[in-house]
């Protein structure tokens, strides 16, 4: 997708942090946004000062882990626009800590939201999308994290993350065929409120004691511009590329991981069963 202007972009997670970042990004290129976010006083904030810009802006509050509301996502950015051209299945939490220390309401709640969430906007737009015809696309964010292994830090965490992987890499190619492509963004640490994700964590799966800020030694607090990362995933659409590595310097550790995997294929290559 190359021309942007007029468009319409639909950002979950939209009222901050990378959403936002994106949100903001997509107006200046003169796309109409629909601002989506579980918390929906903030996104309402942010559709109030994209239409101060002149870009056309709604807020719709949603629950990325509700099937439901993510189709009245879907029916209500149609209703007020009648297409969407660039789709970013954004929303997304955190906690911190190994996998084995990690209780069952921290793997369900993760999953909700990061993986859930992610395949819900993709089955709630995607027939619209092929419905519309024409060029479009789809961003699902995943972290660098998707590609390395989570250890004693953010266990869970990269657990979604890969799952997000995979599944973009499971509808890009069958979707390609109707214009539609798709990226998965892969960022490391970008500034943004992800530290504070439990402030919208379900009483039914309880408080963790604790934060992420111990844990991450203010790496969101330090990191990239959301607005920057807008305009990563801005040239990446347009260069329909389908990794979006913003932190090109973690490159040497994504090899190394892999080099992991390579010696598995050494090793069962030596192998007399």
């Given at each position: 997708?190359?021309?942007?202007?007029?468009?319409?972009?639909?950002?979950?997670?939209?009222?901050?942090?990378?959403?936002?970042?994106?949100?903001?990004?997509?107006?200046?290129?003169?796309?109409?946004?629909?601002v989506?976010?579980?918390?929906?006083?903030?996104?309402?904030?942010?559709?109030?000062?994209?239409?101060?810009?002149?870009?056309?802006?709604?807020?719709?509050?949603?629950?990325?882990?509700?099937?439901?509301?993510?189709?009245?996502?879907?029916?209500?950015?149609?209703?007020?626009?009648?297409?969407?051209?660039?789709?970013?299945?954004?929303?997304?939490?955190?906690?911190?800590?190994?996998?084995?220390?990690?209780?069952?309401?921290?793997?369900?709640?993760?999953?909700?939201?990061?993986?859930?969430?992610?395949?819900?906007?993709?089955?709630?737009?995607?027939?619209?999308?092929?419905?519309?015809?024409?060029?479009?696309?789809?961003?699902?964010?995943?972290?660098?994290?998707?590609?390395?292994?989570?250890?004693?830090?953010?266990?869970?965490?990269?657990?979604?993350?890969?799952s997000?992987?995979?599944?973009?890499?499971?509808?890009?190619?069958?979707?390609?065929?109707?214009?539609?492509?798709?990226?998965?963004?892969?960022?490391?640490?970008?500034?943004?409120?992800?530290?504070?994700?439990?402030?919208?964590?379900?009483?039914?799966?309880?408080?963790?004691?604790?934060?992420?800020?111990?844990?991450?030694?203010?790496?969101?607090?330090?990191?990239m511009?959301?607005?920057t990362?807008?305009?990563?995933?801005?040239?990446?659409?347009?260069?329909?590329?389908?990794?979006?590595f913003?932190?090109?310097?973690?490159?040497?550790?994504?090899?190394?991981?892999?080099?992991?995997?390579?010696e598995?294929?050494?090793?069962?290559?030596?192998?007399?069963?």
């Amino acid at each position: 997708m190359q021309d942007f202007k007029g468009k319409i972009a639909v950002v979950t997670g939209g009222a901050s942090g990378i959403g936002e970042g994106m949100a903001r990004t997509f107006a200046a290129e003169g796309m109409h946004v629909v601002v989506s976010d579980i918390e929906g006083d903030r996104a309402e904030s942010v559709s109030a000062s994209l239409r101060e810009t002149g870009a056309r802006s709604i807020a719709v509050q949603t629950d990325v882990t509700d099937r439901d509301a993510v189709e009245a996502l879907a029916d209500k950015t149609y209703a007020e626009f009648g297409a969407a051209h660039l789709v970013c299945n954004n929303a997304g939490v955190c906690v911190g800590g190994s996998a084995h220390e990690s209780s069952d309401a921290d793997w369900s709640w993760l999953f909700r939201v990061n993986v859930n969430g992610v395949i819900h906007g993709c089955q709630a737009f995607i027939p619209r999308m092929i419905e519309q015809g024409g060029d479009a696309h789809i961003v699902n964010t995943a972290s660098i994290g998707g590609f390395l292994p989570g250890g004693e830090i953010l266990g869970v965490y990269t657990a979604t993350k890969a799952s997000v992987v995979g599944i973009t890499e499971s509808y890009a190619d069958s979707i390609k065929a109707h214009g539609i492509g798709m990226s998965v963004l892969c960022p490391a640490f970008v500034t943004s409120n992800l530290i504070e994700a439990e402030r919208n964590r379900p009483d039914e799966f309880g408080k963790r004691p604790g934060g992420l800020e111990p844990i991450l030694g203010g790496g969101f607090e330090t990191g990239m511009d959301p607005l920057t990362v807008g305009k990563w995933v801005v040239r990446a659409v347009k260069d329909d590329q389908r990794f979006i590595f913003t932190h090109p310097e973690m490159r040497e550790l994504v090899e190394g991981h892999f080099a992991q995997v390579m010696e598995g294929f050494d090793w069962a290559a030596k192998q007399e069963i």
